[in-house]
């Protein structure tokens, strides 16, 4: 969903909506803007309920400062416009208060945006800005001072976090990365010491973003096609609303027959994904004028080598990508259901997933469903979407459950006895 054609005032209410709703702020907290062709600078209001924002509390400030709006702009103007002045490549401004971040400002550190690659590539290096007044001149020119050195989101001391963009949703999406990043390192540390991602691992994503399949015009989708097109959006649509996507993180497919499956595109915001956008492919052929992400070949190679399987779906969750970011095993031996539908979950190297897709594809089977690729994701088979959709669930819960146990005691895990005892009575 492209948000350019939309008025600024509906896009700040929107996006608004989506920051409240994804618990990266309060009623009270955070504010939005964006600088116009005009120049005129449109600003969420002050004072103002931020979980029932509607485009006629937006202001709106002209470039000699009048002000129209029924309400005040927020206290945070000065800043919004400082950057707008320093930084010409800006026309969005986000800036909110989610606990992780503000985590990170109490601590005066930045989060590390190197621990998956699809990260970095959104947010780059993260800035970090000293204390400041709320809604001062000062406050706005150590922020600027900082985003003058070209970051796309800083962390301001005491505070919490502002994320630039060319337009709003790419200053939400960083916004959004940021968040995600802070809260898988804080969840990686409660279980060992998350590694970073060198300049290496960076360019091998680069590398091979690129997906050179021959196209195809479908004459059609028939009603089979259709259904699963609307299921898949269904079901990314929860993933993003349970936290186990982002707007731009998350690929979903799933087969239709022996040649041929639907896939999520690259680069679509996860949140308004439709039918239309959903990607056919045909024996290795792709429909043309949509672009999938370079995951495309593996899920390719897990469908033509194993035929119990129907979905495929690749998400970076924070809870179970502590374990992938750090290197650690996930035990699925904690309570019954997270044993009978995760079994043995794998681990992989980091560069497998680009350099030996087939590799990959070869490891799973009916007691692996699940692989944790180092520094990069998780991904999840099943025998239906709906399958996928619940072993991916229950892999996050479960994985937020033993990170929780870390404040509790030693895990005990369900012994070799109980597990036979569930392998014959569920016919695992």
């Given at each position: 969903?492209s948000?350019?054609?939309i008025?600024?005032?509906?896009?700040l209410?929107?996006?608004?909506?989506?920051?409240?709703?994804?618990?990266?702020?309060t009623?009270s907290?955070?504010?939005?803007s964006?600088?116009?062709?005009?120049?005129?600078?449109?600003i969420?209001?002050?004072?103002?309920?931020?979980?029932?924002?509607?485009?006629d509390?937006i202001v709106?400030?002209?470039p000699?400062?009048?002000?129209?709006?029924?309400?005040k702009p927020?206290m945070?103007?000065?800043?919004?416009?400082?950057i707008?002045?320093?930084?010409?490549?800006?026309?969005?401004?986000?800036?909110?208060h989610?606990?992780?971040?503000v985590?990170?400002?109490i601590?005066?550190?930045?989060?590390?945006?190197?621990?998956?690659?699809?990260?970095y590539?959104i947010?780059?290096?993260?800035?970090?800005?000293?204390y400041?007044?709320?809604?001062?001149?000062?406050?706005?020119k150590?922020?600027?001072?900082?985003?003058?050195?070209g970051?796309?989101?800083?962390?301001?001391?005491?505070?919490?976090?502002?994320?630039v963009?060319?337009s709003?949703?790419?200053?939400?999406?960083?916004?959004?990365?940021?968040d995600?990043?802070?809260?898988?390192?804080?969840?990686?540390?409660?279980i060992?010491?998350?590694?970073t991602?060198?300049?290496?691992?960076?360019?091998?994503?680069?590398?091979?973003?690129?997906?050179?399949?021959?196209?195809?015009?479908?004459?059609?989708?028939?009603?089979?096609?259709?259904?699963?097109r609307q299921?898949?959006?269904?079901?990314?649509?929860?993933?993003?609303?349970?936290?186990?996507?982002t707007?731009?993180?998350?690929?979903v497919?799933?087969?239709?027959?022996?040649?041929?499956?639907?896939?999520?595109?690259?680069?679509?915001?996860r949140?308004?994904i439709?039918?239309n956008?959903?990607?056919?492919?045909?024996?290795?052929?792709m429909?043309?004028?949509?672009?999938?992400?370079?995951?495309?070949?593996?899920?390719?190679?897990?469908?033509?080598?194993?035929?119990?399987?129907?979905?495929?779906i690749?998400?970076?969750?924070?809870?179970?990508?502590?374990?992938?970011?750090?290197?650690?095993?996930?035990d699925?031996?904690?309570?019954?259901?997270?044993?009978?539908?995760?079994?043995n979950?794998?681990?992989?190297?980091?560069?497998?997933?680009?350099?030996?897709?087939?590799?990959v594809?070869?490891?799973?089977?009916?007691?692996?469903?699940?692989?944790?690729?180092?520094?990069?994701?998780?991904i999840v088979?099943?025998?239906?979407?709906?399958?996928?959709?619940?072993?991916?669930?229950?892999?996050?819960y479960?994985?937020?459950?033993i990170?929780?146990?870390?404040?509790?005691?030693?895990?005990?895990?369900?012994?070799?006895?109980s597990i036979?005892?569930?392998?014959?009575?569920f016919?695992?």
């Amino acid at each position: 969903m492209s948000l350019s054609p939309i008025h600024p005032a509906d896009q700040l209410a929107m996006i608004m909506d989506r920051i409240y709703r994804f618990g990266m702020t309060t009623t009270s907290g955070g504010n939005l803007s964006i600088l116009d062709e005009n120049g005129d600078i449109w600003i969420t209001p002050g004072g103002i309920d931020k979980g029932s924002l509607t485009r006629d509390d937006i202001v709106c400030i002209k470039p000699d400062g009048t002000i129209t709006g029924k309400n005040k702009p927020s206290m945070e103007l000065p800043f919004h416009r400082e950057i707008y002045e320093k930084r010409p490549d800006v026309r969005a401004v986000v800036h909110a208060h989610p606990p992780a971040l503000v985590a990170f400002s109490i601590a005066g550190k930045v989060p590390n945006t190197r621990l998956i690659p699809s990260a970095y590539t959104i947010c780059g290096e993260v800035g970090m800005a000293e204390y400041g007044l709320p809604g001062s001149v000062e406050l706005g020119k150590k922020i600027v001072k900082v985003f003058e050195r070209g970051f796309k989101s800083v962390i301001l001391q005491n505070h919490g976090a502002v994320a630039v963009g060319g337009s709003l949703f790419d200053a939400f999406k960083t916004f959004e990365t940021l968040d995600f990043c802070a809260r898988l390192e804080i969840n990686a540390y409660r279980i060992g010491k998350p590694l970073t991602l060198n300049e290496k691992h960076i360019e091998l994503t680069k590398n091979t973003q690129d997906v050179n399949l021959k196209a195809f015009k479908p004459t059609g989708y028939n009603t089979i096609e259709n259904n699963a097109r609307q299921d898949i959006c269904r079901f990314v649509h929860r993933a993003y609303s349970q936290k186990l996507f982002t707007s731009t993180q998350g690929t979903v497919s799933q087969k239709l027959n022996d040649s041929s499956f639907l896939i999520t595109p690259h680069n679509v915001d996860r949140k308004y994904i439709d039918a239309n956008n959903i990607i056919h492919i045909d024996n290795g052929c792709m429909e043309e004028g949509k672009a999938p992400g370079s995951s495309v070949i593996l899920h390719k190679y897990i469908y033509d080598k194993h035929p119990h399987i129907n979905s495929v779906i690749i998400a970076n969750p924070p809870n179970i990508m502590a374990f992938a970011v750090t290197g650690q095993p996930f035990d699925s031996r904690i309570i019954p259901e997270s044993y009978i539908f995760l079994k043995n979950v794998r681990n992989m190297p980091f560069e497998s997933i680009f350099v030996q897709p087939e590799m990959v594809s070869d490891v799973f089977k009916k007691e692996t469903p699940i692989v944790l690729v180092e520094s990069n994701c998780a991904i999840v088979t099943g025998s239906s979407l709906l399958n996928a959709f619940d072993r991916l669930e229950v892999l996050e819960y479960s994985a937020k459950s033993i990170l929780d146990s870390q404040y509790i005691g030693e895990i005990v895990k369900i012994d070799d006895l109980s597990i036979e005892e569930i392998d014959r009575t569920f016919l695992l």
